[in-house]
C-alpha cells in the first residue's frame, strides 16, 4: 500500500521561508514523478510544482522563482523550499506521486498524502 506523509508546514510571516518534506513508502519512488499540490478554501486543486525520476523540475506560474522542487531517492523523500512567502500562498499543501513522467493534472496522478497546512500571515 502506498503512503504519502507530509510535514513542515505551519504559521509564518508574509517574507519567510517552509520546508515541506514528503515520505513515500509502498512504491517504486526512484521511478516515481512526485508532485506538490496546495488547495486554498473554496477554490481548487492548484499544480505547484513536480519533479520526474530524472530530475526534471516543473513548477506552476504563481511560485517559479520562490519554490524549490528536490528529491531524495535514497530516502524515498521530497521536498518543497518555499522562500518569500506571501499570503496567497496560503492553502493545504498535498503530495502526490504518478506513474506518467510529468503532468500538471490532479486526476493523472495515482497517490496522495493528507496535507500539511501552510498559513502565511500578512
Known amino acids: 500500500q502506498v503512503q504519502l506523509v507530509e510535514s513542515g508546514g505551519g504559521l509564518v510571516q508574509a517574507g519567510s521561508s517552509l520546508r515541506l518534506s514528503c515520505a513515500a513508502s509502498?512504491?517504486?519512488?526512484?521511478?516515481?514523478?512526485m508532485g506538490w499540490f496546495r488547495q486554498a478554501p473554496g477554490k481548487e486543486p492548484e499544480f505547484v510544482a513536480a519533479i520526474s525520476w530524472t530530475d526534471s523540475t516543473y513548477y506552476g506560474s504563481s511560485v517559479k522563482g520562490r519554490f524549490t522542487i528536490s528529491r531524495d531517492n535514497a530516502k524515498s523523500l521530497v521536498y518543497l523550499q518555499m522562500n518569500s512567502l506571501q499570503p496567497e500562498d496560503t492553502a493545504v499543501y498535498y503530495c502526490?506521486?504518478?506513474?506518467?513522467?510529468?503532468?500538471?493534472?490532479?486526476?493523472?496522478?495515482?497517490?496522495w498524502g493528507r496535507g500539511t497546512q501552510v498559513t502565511v500571515s500578512s
Open positions: 502526490a506521486a504518478t506513474d506518467h513522467y510529468w503532468t500538471t493534472v490532479p486526476s493523472q496522478y495515482n497517490y
Open positions: 509502498g512504491t517504486t519512488f526512484s521511478r516515481s514523478t
